[in-house]
């Protein structure tokens, strides 16, 4: 289990770090705020993941734990970042009237991300509750987070090009705000009651990405 964890996490290090890459070149090379911010936000994720790597590495229990904590608030900060990012850039372009730009690049990458991102997300998602790990839990969230906006870079920059709805990249954006700083907080705020919370593993809620009638949900 700590293997696939380990794996998965590999995985999502070296995914984002050539997103980040590809966003950051095309969004400078098509004057792209939408795509700028993804790739600057792909590298919150390859942070967030590579210290909840190295936590999985640690053999003493508690020195464990309490890394554990760290990181999870970290996490939780890094939401309140990202949060605060899409703001400023969603109220930058209507503001100035900026869309996202027509990027062939941009495009292809956002369909990449739009499909595989979920899947690991999920996956990391279901390791989590098998094995208790709330970093691996917390951190795939960031990953459902870098899904969402991966979908409305998809849908901006699809818009603007086909039909010129330069304002609906930001407007989506903006709605995963309050999700965020909701994520954020908790993180922040909840990371002492992290021992006592068992992970939720029904496949109804897709391992506790969201509230379903289960025992595990509701406790």
Not at 120 to 132: D, H, P, S, Y
Request: net charge negative; with cysteine; hydrophobic share 55%.
């Amino acid at each position: 289990m700590i293997k696939i964890a380990r794996m998965l996490l590999l995985m999502t290090i070296l995914y984002n770090i050539v997103e980040g890459v590809i966003a950051l070149w095309s969004g400078i090379a098509a004057g792209s705020i939408a795509l700028v911010a993804f790739g600057a936000d792909s590298y919150i994720e390859v942070a967030a993941a590579s210290l909840v790597l190295w936590r999985l590495g640690i053999s003493d229990t508690e020195y464990a734990e309490a890394v554990e904590h760290r990181i999870v608030r970290f996490i939780g900060w890094t939401f309140l970042v990202l949060s605060a990012a899409v703001v400023f850039r969603s109220v930058w372009a209507l503001v100035d009237q900026i869309g996202a730009e027509e990027s062939l690049v941009g495009i292809a990458l956002a369909l990449v991300s739009v499909i595989l991102m979920p899947l690991i997300a999920v996956w990391k998602l279901r390791i989590a509750a098998r094995g208790n790990l709330q970093s691996i839990a917390i951190e795939a969230k960031e990953t459902v987070a870098c899904s969402y906006l991966s979908l409305t870079l998809l849908v901006g920059l699809v818009a603007t090009a086909t039909l010129g709805w330069w304002w609906l990249d930001a407007i989506t954006a903006l709605l995963l705000v309050p999700w965020l700083v909701r994520e954020g907080l908790e993180g922040i705020q909840g990371e002492d009651d992290h021992d006592e919370m068992q992970l939720c593993s029904c496949r109804a809620c897709l391992f506790g990405l969201r509230s379903c009638n289960a025992i595990c949900c509701s406790s």
